[in-house]
């Protein structure tokens, strides 16, 4: 599995000296404005957990506020991918001053799953913002298990 880090965590392990202080003055006003969320200038990456069985992976993603028609799921290749776009609009009126607010972003995210997966017995579900995909397989079909041997003292 492909591990992605924010450009903010590369930048401030790769170049540190240099961008230490730089970086210390970012948190410091983010932590002022009351803190915001890095995906949304970097595109949103829903949480995700994978559950491995005997018989099947099931994947949950988290998609509040999202329905069937605004996500994609594909199975390619031995890799689920669960795709789709999120828009969002609030408006509020206060004390004469409204506001409207708009945020649209796509997402993406893959996960290589085991070899003999049954790509026709796939099933995804999405209730209470969450998506829930059960991917059954056949363990017969994939790789053996291979013991680890413990050489003597």
């Keep these: 599995m492909n591990v992605q880090t924010s450009p903010a965590a590369t930048t401030a ?4 000296p240099f961008f230490a202080p730089l970086q210390r003055e970012f948190d410091r006003m983010r932590a002022e404005l009351g803190g915001f969320d890095l995906s949304e200038m970097f595109g949103p990456s829903p949480r995700m957990d994978l559950r491995e069985s005997d018989d099947s992976v099931e994947l ?13 799921v594909e199975f390619r290749d031995d890799v689920l991918t669960v795709s789709g776009e999120k828009k969002s609009t609030s408006e509020s009126e206060e004390k004469g001053v409204r506001m409207l607010e708009r945020r649209y972003g796509a997402f993406s995210r893959s996960v290589s799953l085991p070899t003999g997966v049954k790509a026709d017995e796939i099933k995804a579900t999405l ?7 059960v991917a059954p397989f056949d363990p017969a079909a994939g790789g053996r298990k291979v ?3 413990v050489k003597g003292a």
């Design 13 to 16: 392990r790769g170049v540190a």
């Design 60 to 72: 949950s993603v988290e998609l509040p506020g999202l329905t069937e028609k605004d996500v994609k």
């Design 127 to 133: 209730k209470d913002g969450v998506l829930t995909v």
């Design 147 to 149: 013991e680890i041997q």
